[in-house]
T-cell receptor
Framework: GAVVSQHPSWVICKSGTSVKIECRSL??????MFWYRQFPKQSLMLMAT?????????EQGVEKDKFLINHASLTLSTLTVTSAHPEDSSFYIC?????????????????FGQGTRLTVV | LAKTTQPISMDSYEGQEVNITCSHN???????ITWYQQFPSQGPRFIIQ???TKVTNEVASLFIPADRKSSTLSLPRVSLSDTAVYYC?????????????FGSGTRLLVRP
């Protein structure tokens, strides 16, 4: 079945540095991917929608200059947390749907990556 | 998007059937009802989806009444490994621009 893969699974970085998280759709093309953030014991919060070949759309309250999203190909979106601080420590998750199946009006689930645990020290 | 309401938490014992109900009073005509399961430190995993009546797969059943204002996820004979958070999502699934918005979910604890 379709799989979405995230890398790395976990990362520890120093305060002030930047961290890049990759999200890949392994066997389908995704014109749109979604990035979520999840704090302990809380639900997933949608941060932004990543659109292939165009600018990402950010949810209200999410700083676009801090969370840089690049969707350069139909199978890869990246989230870069710039100048990370301890309050950015969280679990980041990406999601994608098979655009081709949607275009054929064929139902398709949304696949999620395994998540990336970011710890900023 | 339709607002969903689920119990915050539920307790059960191994071997029991667990039913988690989700309320979505303002569901729209194009909306589907989808349930996801999430284990700690993992991304959510699709369980089941339906539009109306009853849907069953190898993992669960989904019951949707005629008015579609609620739905019930049924997990037969739960085991310890079913301890997880379960999310009910309601939205225009066939719309490619649909953004999956997660509510608070139901934290299910299965005891021995």
């Amino acid at each position: 079945g379709a799989v979405v893969s995230q890398h790395p699974s976990w990362v520890i970085c120093k305060s002030g540095t930047s961290v890049k998280i990759e999200c890949r759709s392994l066997d389908f093309q995704a014109t749109t991917m979604f990035w979520y953030r999840q704090f302990p014991k809380q639900s997933l919060m949608l941060m932004a929608t990543s659109n292939e070949g165009s600018k990402a759309t950010y949810e209200q309250g999410v700083e676009k200059d801090k969370f840089l999203i690049n969707h350069a190909s139909l199978t890869l979106s990246t989230l870069t947390v710039t100048s990370a601080h301890p309050e950015d420590s969280s679990f980041y998750i990406c999601s994608a749907r098979d655009g081709a199946r949607l275009n054929r009006l064929s139902n398709t689930e949304a696949f999620f990556g395994q998540g990336t645990r970011l710890t900023v020290v | 998007l339709a607002k969903t309401t689920q119990p915050i938490s539920m307790d059960s014992y191994e071997g029991q059937e667990v039913n988690i109900t989700c309320s979505h009073n303002n569901i729209a005509t194009n909306d589907y009802i989808t349930w996801y399961q999430q284990f700690p430190s993992q991304g959510p995993r699709f369980i089941i989806q339906g539009y109306k009546t009853k849907v069953t797969n190898e993992v669960a059943s989904l019951f949707i009444p005629a008015d579609r204002k609620s739905s019930t996820l049924s997990l037969p004979r739960v085991s310890l490994s079913d301890t997880a958070v379960y999310y009910c999502l309601v939205g225009p699934w066939m719309d490619s621009s649909y953004k999956l918005i997660f509510g608070s979910g139901t934290r299910l604890l299965v005891r021995p």
